[in-house]
């Protein structure tokens, strides 16, 4: 036993559903304070505060001041792919209501993912840059070829600068919802904040985010991608 480090420390952690409610509000760059977070798990400020506590010590989330105020985020990539891969594995939501199917169906067809996106848009994305040849496969990497430097040179995006970060440049990441990969890592995030700044994309209530018109139109004429297949 020792001879390994203990993950099942990790995985009680992770184990309690408050806990798990308040990480999977957190799987966005967007820090939440306590009193956020206590009204997603639905418990008391009090406990959502023990909770929050353990998290940190288990280096899961991080804590930012500002002010008098404290904000909580997942303390990095690799958390945050954690609980992705987790989310594959469990079984589907229990769908109660409409408000529920309605968020549900948003939040499948297009959501974020710690820094990157998720969902059928950020799969039809991948596909799309697979398709062109402007990414190619390699085991659990995707590889930026040669028409695709100069594609995301004519996109904005400085490759150079996103591969001297201390991360993943290009990682594949399994999709929950769809089964298939999406990209995630430093290109993932500069596709996801590209896209922002173009007002291709909007964010909605939550993770979930919406193509606009003028979105509609650029993935089309960028990424030769057929919209029509988000729904």
């Keep these: 036993m020792g001879s390994r480090p203990d993950f099942s420390y990790v995985a009680k952690l992770m184990a309690d559903s408050s806990r798990a409610a308040m990480l999977e509000a957190l799987l966005d760059l967007d820090g939440l304070p306590a ?5 997603r798990a639905n418990v008391s400020l009090q406990t959502a505060s023990g909770h929050l506590s353990k998290l940190v010590e288990g ?4 804590v930012e001041k500002h002010g008098r105020h404290r904000y ?5 990539a690799e958390v945050a792919q954690a609980i992705e891969m987790l989310t594959v594995l469990a079984p589907s939501a229990q769908v109660n209501s409409l408000k529920d199917f309605s968020r549900s169906e948003k939040i499948q067809i297009a959501r974020t993912c710690y820094d990157h996106l998720a969902g059928k848009l950020g799969v039809l994305i991948t596909e799309a840059l697979v398709e062109k040849e402007y990414v190619a496969e390699d ?3 995707f590889i930026v070829t040669k028409a695709g430097e100069e594609f995301f ?3 904005k995006i400085d490759l150079d600068a996103l591969r001297q970060k201390r991360r993943h440049f290009a990682r594949k990441c399994l999709d929950w919802s769809e089964r298939r990969y999406h990209l995630a890592g430093s290109l993932g995030n500069a596709i996801l904040l590209q896209l922002f700044d173009l007002g291709w994309i909007e964010r909605l209530p939550g993770r ?8 509609i139109k650029g993935l089309e004429k960028s990424f030769g991608m057929d919209t029509s297949k988000l729904g």
């Design 208 to 215: 979930a985010v919406k193509v606009t018109d003028t979105g």
């Design 139 to 141: 085991q659990d990497v």
């Design 153 to 155: 040179n004519s996109f």
């Design 35 to 39: 009193s956020e977070l206590a009204k």
């Design 59 to 62: 280096n899961l989330l991080r």
């Design 72 to 76: 909580f985020r997942i303390a990095n």
